[in-house]
């Protein structure tokens, strides 16, 4: 996926949070946000632009993003793209503080990225304001489709105005609001943005765990229809297949989670997905109270800490084999 010019930079400044030891030039990663106007308009200065929030505010009315506006603003200068980019980072602000009554996709989806981050440092204090920029999200998507483009297409080329993966995001966001028993809440989003999703296996498995709060009948027809379209697909996804043994654990299909066991097994390429395969079916044993089965799967476990998680494996492994034939009895 292509990614626009400040997506690309909230995407830089969040490995940098996540590794301050990178090495990158230092306004590459600031946070704008934390200047005030007037030192936004020194910087402009420094590269002679000579403006105001009154001459700002007039010549932003002219265009409909800040990406216009810079490209009119420094057409005819020689600038590098990295000097490009220093001055097109500052207007982008101030147009965010000074041009809020008619934000940008650009601009909608910064926000939408910053609250993704404090979601995902577990800041609860910013949830509203998540919620409402996945509502803006929402509603620039449905102002495009009524503009005559289909809603996946509309999907995938706003998300690149992101730094984050939305769909990513989205699904482990609704499967939050599922853990949490909001299902209310999950389901209004899941109906909002599942037309949009390109990959609509993984948001298919959210319809199942939801259906799997009332009828583990219905669900596991659901979910068998989910992992019968991963293996139909030319590389079917272990994180997918991870996902459904997971909501199987407690009543799953005992013979369509050991197909899934089965159909795991042959996608797993180290430790670590070796290791989880093993833990999530050792759940399954104990949910039916076969502890003896489950005893053996947790004793391979051990047997197997002394492992590196990205250590290589083989479907030559004595204890995959092993594994293999404690699950057929």
Known sequence: MDIAQKAL?????ISWL???????????VEDYRLLDVEALFSRLLQRELFLDRTSFKTYADQFDSPE?????LIDSEDLSPEDYDQVYLVIFELWRRLCAEKPSISILCDELDLQIYHYDQGAVEYLEALQDAINNFHSVLEENVDQGMQREEVFSAISE????????????????QVDAQDTDYATELLDAFYPFVI????????????????????????????????VEEATASLALNLDILSLMV????????????EHTLTLIECE??????????ADFFRCLDQEGTQEKIEQLISKRA???KADPIKQSDSDVAFFKALLKG
């Open 68 to 72: 216009e506006l810079t490209q009119w």
């Open 18 to 28: 996540q590794d301050d030891q990178i090495s990158v030039e230092p306004w590459k």
């Open 250 to 261: 407690q009543g799953g299909n005992y013979d369509l989670f050991l197909q899934i066991v």
């Open 199 to 230: 990959d609509k296996k993984w948001f298919d498995l959210l319809k199942a765990r939801l259906v799997n709060i009332r009828d583990f009948h219905e669900a596991n027809t659901m979910i068998k229809q989910v992992f019968e379209a991963n």
């Open 272 to 281: 670590e997905e070796f290791i989880e395969l093993l833990t999530v079916t």
């Open 306 to 308: 002394h492992k590196e």
């Open 9 to 13: 930079y909230n995407s830089l400044r």
């Open 161 to 176: 105005f992101c730094a984050h993966d939305l769909e990513h995001f989205f699904y482990d966001y609704i499967a939050d």
